[in-house]
């Protein structure tokens, strides 16, 4: 049985820091698709960073524009757990955070080629 379990959202002000855990089970994590999108209210889930199995133990990671220089994407293989080390956040960054697994993705981009999903974790930024 597939689960995947996003922790570490929460309320922080605009500039602070959080880190998204996601806990995978029930696949090989080592050579799934790993990724993170958000929703905000009234909004299209969208893609905000993944990462891709690049030869035996490296990955490669993708990044939204929007994202880009102040989000981290990693993988704990042993530990089966996904991060989204997210810095300087912006009240444009305030959304609910999902966990995804993919496997044989064409489009990394889009939220129909993944598999498996999180329940999400609630992301609050104030100004």
């Known amino acids: 049985q597939v689960q995947l379990v996003e922790s570490g959202g929460g309320l922080v002000q605009a500039g602070g820091s959080l880190r998204l855990s996601c806990v995978a089970s029930g696949f090989n994590f080592r050579t799934y698709v790993m990724g993170w999108f958000r929703q905000a209210p009234g909004q299209e889930r969208e893609f905000v960073s993944s990462?891709?199995?690049?030869?035996?133990?490296?990955?490669?990671?993708y990044y939204a524009d929007s994202v880009k220089g102040r989000f981290t994407i990693s993988r704990d293989t042993a530990k089966n757990t996904l991060y989204l080390q997210m810095n300087s956040l912006k009240p444009e960054d305030t959304a609910v955070y999902y966990c995804a697994a993919g496997r044989g993705i064409a489009d990394i981009f889009r939220r129909s080629e993944y598999d498996y999903w999180g329940q999400g974790t609630q992301v609050t930024v104030s100004p």
């Open positions: 990462t891709r199995r690049n030869g035996i133990s490296d990955y490669s990671e």
